[in-house]
């Protein structure tokens, strides 16, 4: 069964900095493509940044520039640093396979940027 735990978020200030985690299992880590995905209120859930299985990382509009995705094959955990926080990057952030999400979901971690 495959199992997501996002952790790191929190309440910061405007143009600060969070590092979100994300320990996968369950899954066989080294040859999947993962994303860290993020749900603010009453907005559907967005694809924020992907990492394919050889590194390569793309970005959404939005955050290109300020926030950085990485992976650790042996810890199987991906990593989404956030730098340059605005207020608008408020929601539930969560990570899952790129670019067909499976259906266990995790809990997610919640990052609140005050203006």
């Known amino acids: 069964q495959v199992q997501f735990v996002e952790s790191g978020g929190g309440l910061v200030q405007a143009g600060g900095s969070l590092r979100l985690s994300c320990a996968a299992s369950?899954?066989?880590?080294?040859?999947?493509?993962f994303g860290w995905y993020r749900q603010a209120p009453g907005k559907q859930r967005e694809l924020v940044a992907s990492?394919?299985?050889?590194?390569?990382?793309n970005y959404a509009d939005s955050v290109q520039g300020r926030f950085t995705i990485s992976r650790d094959n042996a810890k199987n955990t991906v990593f989404l640093q956030m730098n340059s926080l605005k207020p608008e990057d408020t929601a539930i952030y969560f990570c899952?396979?790129?670019?067909?999400?499976?259906?266990?979901w995790g809990q997610g971690t919640q990052v609140t940027v005050s203006s």
């Open positions: 369950g899954i066989m880590f080294r040859i999947n493509a």
């Open positions: 899952n396979v790129f670019p067909s999400p499976t259906t266990g």
């Open positions: 990492i394919s299985q050889f590194g390569i990382t």
